[in-house]
């Protein structure tokens, strides 16, 4: 199983600037996602972070709002840029080990914009 | 389209008793299932999963899972519940010939053990 960090884990951010939250895999692993949870609620999926290209993006979300990179199999970013209010949520990054099935999950980052 | 329903949003049960979290599914070919537990201000915990084999698969913290193909069910159960297993629990699927983001959640469904 993987073992998932993530940065920053809250963070209080005021309107109109942008929060890079990072992902940190202890092994590498074939596949990365970065989700968003309202507290209480189930995940939407915002994308799948591929190595060494463009992420894959789900319907409603856009590369100039989420903004992601993924440089290694170990490591990913997720930008959430121009913030407003609406963003108030928490962020996971999830992972997929060579030979695994389940996805494991870091602890999340909450993200709240005044 | 994989699709995964909880039908229950809350589920109570006394402490020492049995419970069951439902989880009924749709995939268009051999699905892998998963259960997730979120404790509060947690991220999500693997507990168990279903690839193939034997129907009835055991995880972590003493759950287990039953899979189902004819009711396309995976219910979560545990024979005797404990206040630590308050929490918010997840259903998902995978799609065995999918590849990418073909994982679908459930939308949770919360579980209260009562002392």
């Known amino acids: 199983s993987a073992v998932i960090s993530q940065k920053p884990s809250r963070d209080i951010c005021q309107r109109g600037t942008s929060l890079t939250i990072q992902c940190q895999v202890d092994s590498q692993v074939t596949m990365m996602f970065w989700y968003r949870q309202q507290p209480g609620q189930s995940l939407t999926l915002i994308a799948t972070?591929?190595?060494?290209?463009?992420?894959?993006?789900e319907s409603g979300f856009v590369i100039d709002k989420f903004p992601i990179s993924r440089p290694n199999l170990t490591f990913s970013t997720l930008t959430v840029s121009n913030m407003s209010p609406e963003d108030s949520s928490i962020y996971l990054c999830?992972?997929?080990?060579?030979?695994?099935?389940?996805?494991?999950f870091g602890p999340g980052t909450r993200l709240t914009v005044l | 389209a994989q699709s995964v329903a909880q039908p229950e949003d809350q589920v109570n049960v006394a402490e020492g008793n049995p419970l069951t979290v439902k989880c009924t599914y749709s995939?268009?070919?051999?699905?892998?299932l998963f259960w997730y537990v979120q404790y509060p201000n947690r991220g999500l915990q693997f507990l168990l999963k279903y690839i193939t084999g034997d129907n009835l698969v055991k995880g972590s913290y003493g759950f287990e899972a039953e899979f189902n193909k004819s009711q396309t069910s995976f219910h979560l159960k545990k024979p005797s519940a404990l206040v630590s297993d308050s929490a918010l629990y997840f259903c998902a699927v995978r799609d065995i010939w999918g590849y990418g983001q073909n994982f679908v959640f459930g939308p949770g469904t919360r579980l209260s053990v009562l002392p």
């Open positions: 999830s992972a997929v080990g060579t030979g695994d099935w389940e996805q494991f």
């Open positions: 972070a591929n190595q060494g290209s463009e992420a894959t993006y």
């Open positions: 995939v268009s070919g051999n699905p892998y």
